[in-house]
């Protein structure tokens, strides 16, 4: 935790056209500017924006449990106590959070009090404008208003034509002059489309950044992941610890009996766990986690007999995703990818699948056990490795 005053400001210009609001919409969502400046020996709390929830945004305050009575109170602009989740301590640290709803007044503080002196130990302030409130997309709003404007100069100038039936009657100088204003409104609705054409590519954007944001806080909850010689096939080659591939003195052979594959050493009950595999040039492999159950009866028979149940897993076979043990609840992008983020969510009972490069959804299948699970991984019958690497930070999102 930090031993300064931290004063987080995010703000976005009213005066700014809607394009440039819109732009800063997309690329600016994700961060607050955190500016930190040394006053004594004050103590500053950490804010962050966790996740939108309705119409709303929840940030969340942790700070050190530094002495034994320690409370996270939220204050408006006013210095009036706001109503927020009750604290979650631990011996480590102290957590509070409150949803902040739009119009609610954007100015809110995190401050550490004492519960014995009632004096503050510090704060950290968030300003956060109302652009950054889920809400209709005025691109779009503008989009149905330009299409409906549009019909109505097509039918007005319809209307003149019938009216005057210059169909029939109108002069070469009336003919030309008509032909000059027809001409000048195809280029306003002309100018009218591309602007809504742009309009529509902002939202794309928008959307790919949100799946960022999303890849972004799976990745926050990496774990190593060593696999089990003991809970390995034996026609398999463990390397490093972490890399496998079926030994070349099987690769000509068809019939292999048995479950192909390694299970990890780490087990988990509960959490968030995410891991990252390399995948990159192969025609098969599958990615998964089964129950300790299961795990145990494939120690046990030396993986000489198939998986049956207790396992959730997906597979890349003949160009294609293949979700086994559940339907996806997702359907993201189908293109092959190098290296596959898997991420075990134990709280929301779900396993997700991301392409890391493009730092977006591939499936998500739930997860309907209630025992420990365990990764596990099937290199097919490449001669190169599949491995677990190290999950790296991802680049940084582009910024104006």
Known sequence: ???????????????????????????FLPFLLMNHLTLGNTISPLIMLDQYEGS????????????????LLWVDGEGQELLAAPAVATPDNITSSILLQPGAGHFVSCRIVSKSTK???????????????????RWMIAFFVIAVLGTVVILAIYYILKKNNLKLALSDNEQKAMEEEIARIK???????????????????????????????????AVNITLDPQCTHPKLIIKEKNRIKLSSLYLGLKDLKGALIAVAKEGFS????????????????????????????????TLEKPLEEGYVSMQWFQNQYHCIGGSSLTDGQNEECAVVGVFLDLEEKMLSFYNVQLMCSIRTIPVEFFEK?????????????????????PPRLASI
Not at 127 to 133: R, S
């Open 270 to 301: 509960s959490g968030k766990l995410y891991w990252e595999v390399e995948v990159e040039g192969r025609t098969f492999w599958e990615l998964g986690v089964l129950t300790k159950k299961v795990r145990k009866r494939l120690e046990s028979e």
């Open 119 to 137: 004096t503050s130990a510090g704060s950290t302030s968030v300003i956060i404008a109302d652009i950054f409130f889920p809400s209709t997309s």
């Open 373 to 393: 699970m365990y990764p596990f991984f099937n290199p097919g019958r490449e001669e190169n490795f599949l491995g677990v690497r190290p999950v790296s930070s």
């Open 187 to 221: 280029i306003i609705l002309g100018k009218e489309k591309n602007e809504s054409q742009e309009a529509l590519k902002v939202q794309d954007n928008f959307e790919k950044t949100m799946e960022e944001l999303d890849f972004r806080r799976a990745a926050s909850h």
């Open 56 to 71: 709303g945004i929840r940030l969340v305050c942790t700070s050190e449990m530094l002495f034994p009575e320690i409370q």
């Open 1 to 27: 935790m930090f031993s300064i005053d931290t004063q987080i400001l995010f703000c976005c210009m009213a005066v700014f056209s809607p394009r440039k609001t819109q732009l800063l919409w997309n690329y």
